[in-house]
């Protein structure tokens, strides 16, 4: 049996870093093998693209932005994520496509139909089998952000742009119930771990469910 891809997701500063990097070391603490990884970044490539996506001195039009995306998702996914899911690892992602979907779809006003078509070629078909959202209004996740230091390119977006991200990220999880574990972002870190881990434990399976 494939393990699973669990990715995370939600607008900025919702505590996604946080519960992934929980989430790694409870799979570590169960002795179930895991790789971490995330979005824009991974191989090589995806670093560089990342610095060029971040950086807040540049300004880079809405389909440039979304190629860019999509660059670093296309070489993560055949260098690092399929690879590991094919060594029995499960995989968690710190975003993946559903934050195109948000971000270049609704937030830019990017062509939906493009948007798939460039998605579904650029993950080679890998959807997530989990899918983490952590929802929090956008005005509590940016404060959280910014008390880390200097806004990056994409945290000096207006409200309203985060605005129409935290909803079609809600609206995507409305869509695919199955794959979404909609989470209300403002609970205290140590349930929300607890939440996830359960979530977790039922896409495990036998084969990779911890017998301890
Ligand atoms: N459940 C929580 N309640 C309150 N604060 C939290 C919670 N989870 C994380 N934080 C704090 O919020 C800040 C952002 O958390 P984190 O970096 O995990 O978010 P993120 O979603 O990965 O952000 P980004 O989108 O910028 O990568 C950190 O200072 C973290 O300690
Ligand atoms: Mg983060």
């Known amino acids: 049996m494939t393990p699973p891809f669990i990715t995370f997701e939600g607008p900025e500063g919702a505590g996604k870093s946080t519960q992934l990097a929980r989430l790694a070391s409870r799979l570590a603490g169960a002795g179930v093998p ?3 990884t995330r979005e824009p970044g991974g191989t090589g490539l995806g670093t560089r693209v990342r610095e060029v996506l971040l ?11 979304f190629l860019l995306y999509s660059a670093s998702r296309a070489q993560l996914v055949r260098e690092v994520i399929c690879p590991a899911l094919s060594r029995g690892e499960v995989v968690l992602c710190d975003r993946y496509a559903d934050s195109s979907r948000a971000y270049q779809g609704a937030g830019r006003g990017l062509d939906r139909e493009l948007l798939e078509t460039v998605t579904r070629e650029a993950a ?8 983490v959202l952590l929802d929090l209004d956008p005005a509590v996740g940016l404060a959280r952000a910014a008390s880390r230091g200097q806004p990056d390119r994409l ?7 985060h605005a129409r991200v935290r909803e079609e990220f809600l609206a995507l999880a409305a869509r695919e119930p199955g794959r979404f574990l909609l989470l209300d972002a403002t609970r205290d870190p140590d349930t929300l ?17 911890p017998t301890a």
Not at 124 to 131: F, M, S, Y
């Open 193 to 209: 771990e607890e939440d996830i881990w359960a979530a977790v434990g039922e896409r495990l399976g036998p084969d990779l469910l």
């Open 155 to 161: 945290e000096r977006a207006d409200l309203a742009f």
């Open 34 to 36: 895991h790789l971490v």
């Open 55 to 65: 950086d807040p001195a540049l300004d880079i039009d809405p389909l440039p932005e």
């Open 124 to 131: 080679g078909g890998l959807t997530p089998d989990l899918t």
